[in-house]
């Protein structure tokens, strides 16, 4: 009896409810029910982004909601920092290069955060970068940054802070007004329960001042045209419709549980997963893990790519493997979304017996067990 | 009893298959029944193109497509011939205009498709034109492009001619590969019956030359990512994997029935839709008619806003309206993708009742009874 179990960091796991209301016929993207429901996802979105900033949204991936990023905030000329310690570090200075946009890059060992002090001297040394380009969890590693240390930087400088919390929103703390971040870019399919397809971005006025000035070419990612329609519950071009209808119900979950509430319930999760790994005598991967996913170091005896096979091919058990120079060396385990402390357990006790399986000796049920105390610790 | 009926020109119906295809628990989109699902929508996609040129798609709507397609076929200083007969000719012109391409525009009136010999004489005066931009089925106003006439001008010219099949596609007929069309653009949302999130994208290989060239910023809509990676069944992003299960669906009703038959099926029902228009004393707005929508011009005394809040408020009828210059004076009735003749009947029998409930005197019946003398006239 196979049975999918999903534990990547994104696509996450959708809210039955959801799927039920994509199966719904669809409805015309002028009506007045979307143009209700288009002003209740926005607002329900400022809550999570923890702002009082209106956001937009995109039907793109996130990347699409990156791209806008760069396209709507700088100009042709413009230097720029941009933090590279995984993938997603390198996704900004790469479309960074694609428009043509001169960058600082700030290369970190993948695993580690960015020392705020080294960005701290670049802008001191470089004051006229424009922006500042960082990753609030970077998925590739599980590694999270100190947002809040770099908006400490960049708050009393003409710098913008334009942040990827593609996989963390929702997961780990964001606090964009409290903290002063000027641009946040995220996505519908990670601790927003949604199927992917849809950007959302906040940007504050220092932010929208910039977007007054930036003379890059644009236009499907506009987002003044994105955020003026968005007010009126309205779209410049046919969205993503059905999705809409699945953020939705996904935030309405969110709303209930209170931004506060969902961020406390990824951090335990994280904590169980991460007492679980070393209870087995692994290791976490990321000096600063994130609520988001838990990276773990496999044993050089094990081979990481056979494992990930293994669990899914045998067992339905979707894990994510690692990505360029981390292949078949780290096993990623989310803790994303629609989840709680039961799917952890699963996702520890199959980790548990696949390792077992593929013939490396751990302590069966020390993993599960560490997991169990960490949530008895809690007070629910 | 209110019950829902959609007719407007996208989103359009989607099949019930594909509805509840999307209230399955979401894959990931790495994983192998991912790999398989898009080899085999790509595939197909070939024969709704009617190409043996491979097809890739993007997660965005549309539009997205459309700056894809300026962005990855043109460079800095290229010169473009683009046709405006309506408020999707007038979009390639923005997003060329965007990306600081310069535009010759041919401004057609509203209703009337561009004269071919219109463009043959600015080819002929213009030896330097980069590309065409044309629309085969404009949304805005019902008409139908000669796009045969078209290629037959650019495939003997350095000139490359790229069309808009977003409303058209799987509805009107347009063979890229006969004709020597070089790009086409196209959507999720219309003629393909899946819900809003999908761009689809075919070019030839004089197309792929120009993309070799071409020196305008994308990332995003790289179309050699987009490409290459779907070749595969891999995509550069996260793509919108609930939209390709409702899309591969939806194409498996396009392949079994195949593109001629879905054609020659529109082809019925907007012949249909013309007689009954006709034979309640109206007439149909677009000079060359498209299968895709009839436009349907309102007497003046017919208060074209009101009517259409008429028949949705009251009835849960959506008929387009018009845009732009044509707002409250057409009335669009879309016959488009998962639709066949008793979409059509329902169509035009509330029509008719809304017209006289409204307080418009016409022969009650009579459009029905010329769709249905259309219908019988056909073999099935």
Redesign the interface.
Known sequence: MKK?W?F?P??T??PSEA??A????????R?EDTVTLIKDVLTKLKHVFQTENDVLFL??????GM?GAV?NLLSRGDKVIVIRSGKFGERWA??CT???IQIIPIDVTWGNAVEPQTVETLLTENPDIKAVFATLCETSTGVLHDIEALARLTRTRPTLLIVDAVSGLGADDLQMDNWGVDVIVS?A?KGLMT???LAVVALNQRAWDAVECSD???????FRKAYTSGLEGSV????????LTALQCALNRIYEEGIHNTIARHSRLAAATRSAVKALGLSVFAASPANTVTSIRLPEEVDGKAFINLM?DKYGI?YAGGQSQLSGKIVRIAHLGWVNENDVIVAIAAFERGLVEIGYDIPIGAGVTAAQEVFRSFKY
Not at 59 to 64: L, V
Not at 216 to 222: E, G, H, R, V
């Open positions: 999918k999903l990547t994104g696509p796991p959708i799927l039920l994509m199966a719904q016929p669809i409805d015309y993207h009506s039907t793109s991936s996130g990347t699409g791209e396209a790469d479309i694609a428009f043509g996505c399919q199927p992917p397809g890059l070419p644009k236009y499907y990612f506009d410049p071009y046919t969205p993503a419709v059905t999705l899914l979707t």
